[in-house]
């Protein structure tokens, strides 16, 4: 079951996109005709930095174009005003277990990613670092990569811990990166989380794992499936709460989710 279900989508029928041109930028605008949409709907989703036109099933393209080109000032305003896309690079801060690490550069250590404490006489002598030995070109994915590694070393132990104390056992554990959800349970016993909660303080990454856990002896959000879950995590009130705060701040963080 997704721990933070997207509200109720209506169905779409049709995806389709509009560039639409204002001073030097041009945005790309997602169209989506929605059974039903009486009129345009412009949305700037915060999570994944895109816009989004709903429409009526007959409303037509030099419509949908003629309305994005009235809103473009508004467009360009919201998505200034959303906080900027963190990549993984030299000299960027990624947060690990919910504490930032200054990305570094090593290119004479080829292929190692490893974390140092903070380096003395730096001016923010207070960051941790995470070196990494590649060319700047790599760096990113060398990070990814590493980050990728230590989610499923946290979520794999803690589903191991959380589903010995349960009694059951997860079929299987993969990774994902969607913005809908942090993790999930298949009625077959896989699991899914998403690697950014890496990002995150251990507590939430240890909730989650708990939480899905729990699913494999309720399949529901019912009383008996939260006293449960409250058997596993003391975290609940805390991590939810975290999660609704600052949860799509950790889609900024590298490459753009799926
Ligand atoms: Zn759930």
Redesign the pocket.
């Known amino acids: ?3 933070l279900s997207p509200k109720t989508a209506p169905r779409s029928t049709q995806i389709a996109y509009l560039d639409v041109a204002h001073g030097s930028r041009t945005y790309r605008i997602e169209l989506k005709r929605i059974g039903s949409a009486r009129r345009f709907t412009l949305r700037v989703r915060a999570a994944t930095r895109d816009v989004v036109l709903t429409m009526p099933p007959r409303g037509s393209l030099a419509g949908a174009r003629s309305f994005v080109e009235r809103h473009v000032a508004w467009i360009g305003a919201r998505l200034e005003r959303l906080p900027a896309p963190m990549p993984f690079g030299g000299g960027e801060i990624v947060p690990i277990r919910g504490i930032n690490h200054r990305i570094v550069e090593r290119p004479r250590r080829r292929g190692n990613v490893w974390i140092e404490p903070a380096e003395r006489g730096l001016a923010d002598a207070k960051l941790p670092l995470l070196c990494v030995g590649a060319e700047p070109a790599h760096v990113a994915r060398r990070v990814k990569e590493f980050l990728m590694r230590e989610a499923k070393r946290d979520l794999e132990a803690a589903v191991a811990r959380h589903a010995a104390k349960l009694g059951v056992a997860p079929r299987k554990l993969s990774l994902r990166d969607t913005t809908s959800r942090w ?3 298949s009625s077959t016993g896989a699991l899914n989380f998403s690697w950014r909660l890496i990002l995150a303080p251990s507590y939430v990454l240890d909730y989650l794992a708990a ?2 856990v ?2 494999l002896v309720h399949m529901n ?1 019912s009383p008996r ?1 939260w006293k449960v879950l409250g058997e596993l995590s003391p975290h609940v009130e805390r991590a939810e709460t975290w999660l609704k705060t600052h949860g799509a701040g950790l889609l900024r963080f590298g490459p753009q989710p799926d």
């Open positions: 079951m997704p721990i993790g999930s349970c939480h899905e729990a699913h959000h499936y």
